[in-house]
């Protein structure tokens, strides 16, 4: 469930076209979209994730008392019909991402040995699939059940990806160093605490890392827009004057 003068201001200009460049390249090597094998991977790890929640936490998602129907377990589509409401969670709101939204802006923001980190990463599908993706991905969540979902279907997902890619931490990502990262992932409205954490990302994250922000309404202040691939916009940290 999601931080330098004339001459040095043209230097960041031109390293943010180049950034934007290699981002666009990346996507359009791939036309049609994320590959058959990625999306298959993807589908796996949200299948496998859904199906550690507990009955309770599905029905207040869901609304729905009976048992799962058999398509909703196996279509993350369905899903997002089938679970019509976020959860509250310690500290912030909870609703797992589509990745099937995430992986165009997955595929061309991260690059193998990339330090990932998602913020408030509920299930950790999102961890997964960046460290399928060749990533050393780190999730932090405070909520403890939600901690649980992911550390069992981390054992059961491991085939996908090294172990030590994919990191699994409780904690509050307030007290986390932001500029330790190369990709940052946040879903939009997940913290109770956001413009304090929007704020802590302008201030920590380095000028040559990554913000992808999932499904946030318009643009934060502060953030220059690299690129955009659906609900997924690539951000990096405004160049200071």
């Known amino acids: ?16 076209w180049i950034a934007a460049s290699t981002l666009h390249s990346a996507a359009a090597a791939e036309p049609d979209g994320p590959a058959p094998a990625l999306i298959r991977v993807a589908r796996e790890i949200q299948n496998v994730c859904f199906s550690e929640y507990p009955d309770s936490l599905v029905r207040a998602m869901s609304g729905h008392e009976g048992p799962i129907p058999e398509d909703v377990r196996e279509d993350p589509d369905l899903r997002q019909q089938f679970l019509r409401s976020e959860e509250v969670v310690a500290k912030g709101l909870f609703y797992p991402s589509l990745l099937d939204d995430l992986l165009p802006a997955l595929s061309a923001a991260i690059r193998p040995g990339d330090r990932f980190l998602d913020l408030g990463s509920g299930d950790g599908r999102v961890v997964f699939i960046a460290a399928h993706l060749g990533a050393r991905a780190t999730g932090i969540e405070y909520d403890r059940a939600l901690q649980r979902i992911a550390r069992r279907a981390r054992r059961r997902l491991a085939h996908l990806f ?4 994919a990191i699994l931490r409780r904690g509050d990502f307030f007290r986390e160093d932001l500029s330790r990262y190369d990709r940052i992932f946040y879903f939009g409205r997940g913290s109770f605490g956001e413009d304090r954490l929007l704020a802590k990302i302008r201030a920590e994250m380095r000028a040559d890392a990554l913000l992808l922000l999932y499904r946030y309404p318009g643009n934060p202040p502060g953030l220059d827009l690299v690129a955009a691939h659906g609900p997924v916009r690539i951000l990096r940290v405004a160049s200071r004057p």
């Open 1 to 16: 469930m999601r931080a330098p003068h004339a001459t040095m201001g043209r230097i960041a200009l031109c390293a943010l």
């Open 162 to 165: 090294e172990p030590d890619r």
